[in-house]
């Protein structure tokens, strides 16, 4: 239940957002969800519909969900690679979940296995985009 | 658009706490860990509820300090600290099976806005930080987000740790965090319970001797709390006034 955190944290920037930018009408926000840290999507839109009480001005916004793929660019050799071949145990994969960062610490470059490489792309979750009515 | 949520929650999760004491150093070796995890537990004892937050990612010791094993966070709506000790532990020792963490700044910047962002502490009465070594993205970040954080300053007796801690204190006041005070850690016996004057370096407002006797003491509490450098310690903390918070 620890997606229950970031579901918070998504609605309440979601409706901070839309009241700095005066918008009257919540009427959509798209969530990406980077593959490294492996969301449970079911529990997360779970944790958004409870959240929604405690949020009302996002009573009405439908959540879409996107998916990113996660990739990697190695610092030591350049290589650029995808997770998807990684070797990961379970436990590994669990912290990585929690915090995505752990992945220097438990992954390397498949071809130089350096844990120097940049996640560019698909880390945790964030907002990329909010639609409303002013 | 890319929009990172997680600060939002961030005042939210450490709000409970009511005051932030962050354990700061600029130069390694000084004790800043073995300060903070000590104060914390002397802070338990006194029946406060305390909370200690291993923020040296690249070089977390805390769970050594205090000989935390087998610990893990239960997870509830975020992650709840386990307690040891009497002491709410957060680290990410927990993540990192004691392997290196080998991050760049950014990434310790990102890594401790997600724990900051779900870890749940609830009340407390102090929670205390053990900061990233120096100033860096993360020590700043740490600074935007715990706006209610206070500075207890550890140094040494060389010049060298004085010289970097007297500008250091120069940016906390630029950047408006209060400085509890300075402790001198490492000082030569005769400096017990002094404030400075003859043959003491100004700049500290109380000194911890040298105490042969702690590194025998890491990892049990109970014997750390028993050395001169913990009994140095209370005191400082007492003419400090950080023992005259009431409990929650």
Redesign the interface.
Known sequence: MHEWALAESVIKSVVEHASAEKLKKLKEAGVVFGELQAIDGEIFSFALEELRRQFPAAKACKFKIIKQPAAFRCKACGHEFPLKGLRKTKDEAEFIHFVPEMAHTFLKCPACKSPDFEIAAGRGVSVSYIKGEK | ?????????IE?RLKGARRIIAVTGWKGGIGKSVTACTLALLLAKKGYKTGLFDLDFAGASDHLILGARGLFPK?????EPPVFEGVSFMS?AF???N??????GA??S??II??L??T?WGALDFLVLDMPPGINDAALDVMRFARKAEVLAVTTPSVLAHDVLSRSIELYKKLHVPVIGVVENMSPPRARGMRAGPGLKKGADAYLRFDAGLEGALGRPAALLKTAFASDLAMAAERLDIFAAEIC
Do not use: H, Q, T, Y
């Not at chain 2, 997870?75 to 992650?79: A, S, Y």
């Open positions: 658009m890319n929009l990172d949520p997680r600060p939002s929650v939210e997870e509830e709506k975020g992650l990410v993540f990192s099976e392997r290196a963490v080998p991050l760049r990434n310790v990102d890594a997600e724990l962002a779900i749940r």
